[in-house]
């Protein structure tokens, strides 16, 4: 298709090197859309007869439902997926295939394409986020009620509940379908009619062409249009802190599946075995997600890495862009699927949960603010209750049970009354303010997301 001032055809490895339609076909639909979009306007500026454009149309239409169908045969030899469709057209419909680049450059095509195709996906991560958000919330309103350490540094630090932990995930995924939204708004802007860099002597209506394909405005700037590759670069920013909230729930999981923890069971059909060891029940999509993170990150880091030295506008190098992009949402993708339906299927072990969160260390910090509302400031309080821990674990006795006289002798402070600090029921009803992991917030958490995500 450019082949005019050329006297020798590309080498055979010059086209394996180059072409793209082995990953780019991917976009078919959307390039067809565009194609339809496009020529429509053509028409409209009088460029094509009706019956050319609907020749244009009922042929991009049959390619479209070939493709779909597995009939279409791609050929490197037309490098992409524009090529392929445009050259099939004029195969299959003749003259009027040939009018259909008019005003139009691969190089605002291929940027329609992938903003189209952004588009698309975003709204299926989106979908697939509330998902895995809904899975998590059902979790969260089973087991609500069962409590559990919380952890810093993995050091048993205070009382938490399940409702309350796995709702920290639901925060998050709503923060992720929060940035997509987002970065959507940027995305859906038109570039199509910015040529190959400086438009065209040929205006068509750029945003009847815009309107037709959904998008919400045109883009400003010929050259900026053509050169930016900021949505994608957003795009797998948004998917990578994505799977950064799955890989640390993951972590979470296999923390909480191992026989040291024991507070869950993940499901058969959700782990595997080893081929040596017959007992091992192994978490490995918990694993697989952790892992998977580092190749979103790595598509994210392509992009740009791609971009950045790049002079304005179109450089071949932007070729680079669609498989991290294809790779990040199809990660993402299945990803989301499967963790949701993992825990969907997961069992809280209530027994091993209760204990765990007897360890009356837990409460050390309650045992601080005990002193502090008797007057004493909060560092020495802090220095007391330290004192006790010592004692505790020197004399080899629960906090909860050490003697009058040992609380006594570290501080006059410690009253009769010290010991009901270590009740969990009151430890968790004085946590009042939103946020915390009271059960009447969880409650309200839980009634809210349901009907957020209904
Ligand atoms: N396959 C190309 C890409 O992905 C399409 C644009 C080609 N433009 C060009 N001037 N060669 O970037």
Not at 55 to 80: H, P, S, Y
Not at 239 to 265: K, N
């Amino acid at each position: 298709m450019w082949h005019g001032r050329f006297s020798q055809a590309p080498a055979d490895l010059v086209l394996r090197y180059g072409e793209s339609v082995s990953y780019d076909w991917k976009l078919y639909r959307h390039d067809i859309a565009g194609s339809i979009a496009h020529a429509r306007a053509q028409k409209a500026a009088g460029m094509l007869t009706e019956e050319e454009f609907s020749a244009i149309e009922t042929g991009l239409k049959g390619i479209l439902a070939d493709i779909e169908a597995g009939n279409f045969q791609w050929d490197i030899a037309l490098e992409d997926v524009h090529m392929n469709i445009e050259s099939e057209l004029t195969r299959r419909i003749g003259a009027p295939g040939a009018k259909l680049h008019t005003a139009r450059s691969r190089n605002d095509q291929v940027a329609t394409d992938t903003r189209l195709y952004c588009r698309a996906e975003i709204d299926n991560t989106l979908e697939l986020l509330r998902e895995m958000q809904r899975a998590l919330v059902a979790k969260a309103e089973e087991y609500a009620g069962v409590r559990i350490p919380g952890y810093t540094h993995l050091q048993r630090a205070q009382p938490v509940t399940v409702g309350h932990h796995l709702l920290a995930y639901v925060e998050m995924l709503a923060r992720d379908a929060e940035r997509l939204t987002q970065c959507r708004g940027r995305v859906n802007v038109s570039p199509l009619g910015s040529g190959a860099i400086a438009g065209s002597t040929i205006n068509l209506d750029r945003a009847a062409i815009a309107a037709e394909l959904g998008f919400d405005s045109v883009t400003e700037n010929s050259m900026d249009a053509i050169a930016d590759r900021d949505y994608i670069m957003e795009t797998l920013f948004c998917l990578g802190v994505i799977g950064t909230h799955l890989s640390r729930m993951s972590e979470d999981l296999v923390l909480w599946s191992s026989a040291e923890f024991g507070y869950c069971t993940l499901s058969d059909a959700h782990t595997t075995g080893s081929s040596l060891m017959p007992q091992k029940k192994n978490p490995d999509v918990c694993e697989l997600t952790r892992g998977k993170s580092g190749r979103l990150y790595g598509n994210l880091v392509s992009v740009m890495v791609a971009v950045k030295g790049l002079p304005l506008t179109y450089n071949r190098d932007l070729q680079e862009d669609k498989e991290p992009l294809f790779d990040s949402f199809e990660t993402v993708d299945l990803a989301l699927r499967v963790n949701a339906e993992m825990v969907g299927a997961m069992r809280i072990n209530p027994e091993r949960c209760a204990a765990a969160v007897s360890d009356p260390l837990l409460l050390a910090t309650d045992l601080a603010d005990y002193l502090v509302r008797r007057g004493v400031p909060f560092r020495q309080a802090h220095a007391l209750v330290g004192k006790a821990v010592a004692v505790a674990v020197e004399t080899g006795t629960p906090l909860s049970k050490l003697d009058r006289e040992q609380f006594l002798a570290i501080s006059p402070e410690y009253g009769e009354d010290v010991y009901a600090v270590f009740d969990l029921d009151r430890a968790f009803a004085m946590r009042t303010n939103p946020g915390t992991p009271n059960a009447d917030n969880t409650a309200r958490r839980i009634a809210h997301w349901k009907q957020q995500l209904a």
